[in-house]
């Protein structure tokens, strides 16, 4: 029973240092902010400017929204960016997260992000019911006028 149980130790061990996450491919010391977003919300194409500091001067960055690759830019000499970019057309209105990511000055991955609401209308999900509720009326009202015309034929008979 024992070496059961110090075999099964031994197998869970292994197994669990077999599958233990690596980690991420991040450069350390690994630094995050928020992002400024001019205007904060907009429709698909509109136009927004993403700033924010703390990369290292010079330093090249992405911007990116999902994980949709948007602009890149050059930080200024204090380390500071401001950028003009488009939200792609094809983006579903919600929230989305626009991320800046580039190098901070001690050489680790500096990453900057903000939420920015796309505008849309509400998808139609639902049958036309004006349609059939006017064909439901319709019919309602030629079954009303036979029934008038077969109580009146009756009567007359």
């Known amino acids: 029973m024992m070496r059961k149980l110090l075999l099964a130790t031994m ?18 010391p690994a630094t995050d ?6 205007p904060s919300s907009g429709d698909p ?10 990369f290292g001067p010079g330093a090249s960055l992405a911007i990116s929204i999902g994980s949709e690759s948007m602009a890149t830019a050059t930080a200024d000499a204090q380390g500071c960016v401001s950028e003009m970019v488009t939200v792609p057309d094809d983006l579903s209105a ?31 999900t639902g049958a036309n019911s004006r349609v059939y509720s006017g064909l439901a009326i319709a019919l309602l009202a030629v079954g009303a006028l036979f029934l008038v015309v077969t109580r009146r034929r009756r009567m007359t008979a």
Request: net charge negative.
């Open 11 to 28: 197998f869970g061990a292994a197994l669990f240092a077999a599958t233990a996450p690596n980690a991420h491919g991040v450069d350390y």
């Open 33 to 38: 902010g928020d992002a400024e977003l001019r």
């Open 45 to 54: 194409g509109a136009a927004t400017e993403v700033a924010g500091c703390g």
């Open 94 to 124: 919600g929230s989305h997260e626009i991320t800046a990511t580039g190098l901070n000055p001690d050489g680790g991955t500096h990453t900057l992000s903000a939420s920015f609401m796309v505008n849309g209308s509400i998808a139609f």
